[in-house]
């Protein structure tokens, strides 16, 4: 039975790697990496860095395909069945890659940034294609530390006060208001910087882009004073990369306490 370690990878450090994680890289034959084009090698990069730093003496196979384009244009109702032809599509790409590529007695390892659970959608492909019959494996979850917890450590904060909640969203969601009876939001996956809209509210944003990486940029302050310098910083980084991977915290109230 083909076995696969579904790992997380962390934000972007190699020292991010838990020690359960580089056991698991140690454990594998094959590495499937799915290639995001041109302008995002360094997130190939990045991964292969991390093979050669914790994998230095052990033979294994990098096995690439090139990921499939997803309907960035659709909104409203037509978001999520652009999602899931996307993720069909990859289920494709994944049902092919341990078919053809990984042996019966071999195991292979998906490298996934951050953490597994948290928007992401490795478990929920790898589950379609053993819903199809395909392919058969077993597969394994080794969590990461997601860009979430990397942004508070390097903002030397929380994530919620005390007896508070605590929300993590997306900016789409975010468009919709403010969550009720949250004060304390993680937002992920805003191409939009939806975070302008609560400008002159009593609101405090932790901003990271590239977050465990060389290229790491923070800022950190009341809304109305950030928001522009993020605006700004935001815009050069996706400029100069072709690329850019941000997450925010905000916080409504006292920033501390």
Not at 82 to 105: H, K, N, Q, T
Request: no cysteine.
């Amino acid at each position: 039975m083909r076995e696969i370690h579904v790992i997380g990878i962390g934000a972007g450090d190699p020292d991010q790697l838990t020690l359960q994680a580089v056991k698991a890289l140690r454990d594998t034959d094959v590495f499937f990496i799915l290639d995001k084009g041109e302008a995002k090698a360094d997130l190939t990069r990045l991964r292969r860095d991390m093979l050669e730093a914790h994998v230095p003496d052990r033979a294994y196979r990098v096995v690439e395909a090139r990921d499939p384009e997803r309907d960035r244009t659709a909104g409203g109702t037509a978001y999520s069945p652009a999602v899931g032809d996307w993720r069909s599509a990859r289920a494709d790409i994944y049902e092919r890659l341990i078919a053809e590529e990984l042996g019966e007695d071999e195991t292979g390892a998906f490298l996934v940034w951050g953490d597994p659970a948290l928007y992401d959608s490795t478990l929920g492909i790898l589950e379609e294609v053993l819903a199809r019959g395909a392919v058969s494996f077993t597969y394994d979850v080794v969590p990461g530390i997601s860009s979430v917890s990397a942004l508070v450590a390097r903002h030397r904060t929380g994530l919620n006060r005390v007896a508070r909640p605590v929300q993590i969203t997306t900016g789409r969601r975010l468009a919709e208001g403010f969550p009720e009876g949250v004060d304390d939001v993680v937002v992920m996956l805003d191409a939009h910087q939806t975070f302008r809209e609560l400008a002159g509210q009593d609101v405090h944003i932790y901003w990271g882009a590239y977050i465990g990486t060389p290229d790491e940029i923070l800022v950190s302050g009341p809304i109305d004073e950030a928001a522009p310098r993020i605006e700004r910083l935001r815009a050069e980084a996706r400029e100069r990369k072709g690329w850019i991977m941000d997450t925010y915290l905000l916080r409504r109230g006292p920033a501390e306490g």
